[in-house]
């Protein structure tokens, strides 16, 4: 089975600075998709980047970047220019492409992310 | 606009009562999720369904029910429900198995 380890719980970073989070996955798949999701204190989550395993390049949404190493099985996030509403516990998550497991996201255990004004 | 709609929002059980978690979807998604969400935890899944009718269990299944006898909805059931059973709870739809998860807001849920 998947695992997704978050290994840093928290996190906190000062407005307009840089701040990386970690996350490392372990599996025995070559084709797979990565995601990082937000969730802020209303407890919504939404979806801030995704990651093809078959795609060498990094993905970017904005000020939102990942450092996808594929050897490594990890998968950080780079949030660049931190803002307040950027504050929010942090998931990353795995989906296989095929089979059973590509029914399933598999969450990491998430990092709570405090940006200092 | 609605999207993904659970309720209730908030419900406090005691041990051994029985309850039902009712999870809503207008996008016409196949796949839908239950996932509960535990402090150093993240998420786990629950159950999870492929389509009208079906049902698998997920990684965390012992203790809860689920039917999705229509498309739009999926229905978390406990039957006997137990402290260890106190958490947030989450459902997610998607269109296909590689499109982002729509969630709802989570049902806090409190058993005494």
């Known amino acids: 089975a998947q695992t997704v380890t978050q290994s840093q719980p928290e996190m906190s970073v000062q407005e307009a600075e840089t701040v990386t989070l970690s996350c490392t996955y372990d599996?025995?798949?070559?084709?797979?998709?990565l995601f990082w999701y937000k969730q802020p204190p209303s407890r919504q989550m939404i979806l801030v980047i995704r990651?093809?395993?078959?795609?060498?390049q990094n993905a970017t949404e904005n000020r939102f970047s990942v450092n996808f190493q594929k050897a490594a099985k990890s998968f950080s996030l780079k949030i660049s220019d931190s803002q307040l509403g950027d504050a929010a516990m942090y998931f990353c998550?795995?989906?296989?492409?095929?089979?059973?497991?590509?029914?399933?996201?598999?969450f990491g255990q998430g990092t709570r992310l405090t940006i200092n004004p | 606009n609605a999207g993904v709609t659970q309720t209730p929002k908030f419900r406090v059980l005691k041990t051994g009562q029985s309850m039902t978690l009712l999870c809503a979807q207008d996008?016409?998604?196949?796949?839908m999720y239950w996932y509960r969400q535990d402090p150093g935890m993240g998420l786990r899944l629950i159950h999870y369904?492929?389509?009208?009718?079906?049902?698998a269990k997920g990684e965390v299944p012992d203790g809860y029910n689920v039917s999705r006898l229509k498309k739009q909805n999926f229905l978390l059931g406990l039957e006997s429900a137990a402290p260890s059973q106190t958490s947030v709870y989450f459902c997610?739809?998607?269109?296909?198995?590689?499109?982002?998860?729509?969630f709802g807001s989570g049902t806090q849920l409190s058993v005494l």
């Open positions: 997610a739809s998607s269109r296909s198995y590689y499109e982002k998860l729509f």
């Open positions: 599996t025995s798949e070559s084709d797979y998709y």
């Open positions: 990651q093809e395993a078959y795609k060498q």
């Open positions: 998550a795995y989906r296989s492409a095929g089979g059973q497991g590509a029914q399933k996201l598999v």
């Open positions: 996008m016409n998604h196949e796949y």
């Open positions: 369904s492929v389509g009208e009718g079906t049902t």
